[in-house]
């Protein structure tokens, strides 16, 4: 089957980027949202980035305006059965997400592909809230998704191979980098990354060095195009918090647990730069100010 219509639940930052990136590569996209004031905004931003690309040259003005004939927005959940292809990219909690598959269960024909944005949760799990685990998987693209390249493409035990397949095409064709994983917890690239980042903060407790120190080491000495605490900022320390917890939960590892000063942030709501202070302090976001935090 080819894939022609996506369906994309929720248009935030990964929604939008995820339908902007398909109706570029000529998909006809339909993204929904609870609200139209949320619905709105994603849209909005999705404007700016088209009118950014054609700005620098790198899209023409007829084409954008071909992609914005390709994307449609709304709010009826009903709009999507349609869809070949339906990837959800909404808040990380399963109750939300087994409201939404069971919703989508029923209204959409049984050849159309589930797909969950998810960076942690289990797709077997989330799979189970359908009829169709054969034709469920995970796609986790990266943010911002337009710029970054790389897409992880997860199997379960019960994916069908040829709905596998198809959907490593349907990523390629989105020009992305695939890298294909099984349903393992933290997938690949969070599997790897989360304990560095939670190494780097057990590092900061034991004094080892200053968050200014710590970034600069890995920047510097291993090439890194930024340090550990300048991207956990960036990711949201919350986001990262909560991964962390569905990890450890999952392998019971040290290198999983979170930090005690990682969660005192959080309860604090020092997320990173969404909040304005972090590791680092952004009052001023053109200078960001590392913090002193032992």
């Known amino acids: 089957m080819a894939i022609e219509k996506v369906g994309v639940v929720g248009c935030g930052l990964m929604g939008s980027g995820i339908a902007q ?5 000529g998909c006809q996209v339909t993204v929904r949202e609870v609200s139209q004031q949320l619905l709105d905004k994603g849209l909005q931003g999705i404007e700016k980035n088209l009118a ?42 399963l109750p939300a997400k087994r409201e ?35 034709r469920f998987v995970g796609m986790h693209f990266f943010n911002p998704v337009p ?8 199997r379960t035990i019960a994916t069908d191979p040829k709905v596998f397949d198809e959907m490593v095409a349907f990523g390629q064709r989105l020009g992305k980098t695939v890298v294909r994983t099984s349903d393992r917890t933290g997938f690949i690239v969070n599997r790897l990354l989360v304990p560095y980042l939670l190494d780097a903060v057990r590092a900061l407790e034991e004094g080892v060095g200053s968050v200014e120190d710590i970034d600069n080491s890995m920047k510097i000495g291993c090439g ?71």
């Open 21 to 25: 990136v398909a109706a570029q590569a």
């Open 100 to 134: 939404l598959w069971g919703a989508l269960d029923k209204i959409c024909p049984k050849p159309t592909i589930f797909a969950s944005n998810t960076s942690s949760l289990s797709i077997t799990e989330m799979a189970t809230f359908t009829q169709r685990p054969d």
């Open 224 to 294: 890194y195009p930024m340090g550990p605490f300048t991207l956990l900022d960036f990711v949201g320390l919350d986001t990262t918090y909560y991964i962390s917890i569905i990890m450890f939960d999952e392998f019971k590892e040290r290198r999983f647990a979170s930090p005690p000063l990682l969660k005192r942030m959080v309860l604090a709501g020092w997320n990173g730069r969404k909040a304005g202070r972090g590791f680092y302090d952004y009052s001023d976001p053109a200078k960001p100010k590392a913090m002193q935090l032992t």
């Open 52 to 93: 950014r690309l054609v700005e620098k040259g790198t899209l023409s003005a007829a084409d954008r305006d071909q992609v914005r004939g390709r994307l449609r927005g709304t709010t009826n959940l009903e709009d999507l059965k349609d869809s070949d292809v339906i990837i959800e990219a909404i808040i990380e909690q």
């Open 147 to 154: 710029v970054m390249k790389l897409v992880e493409v997860i």
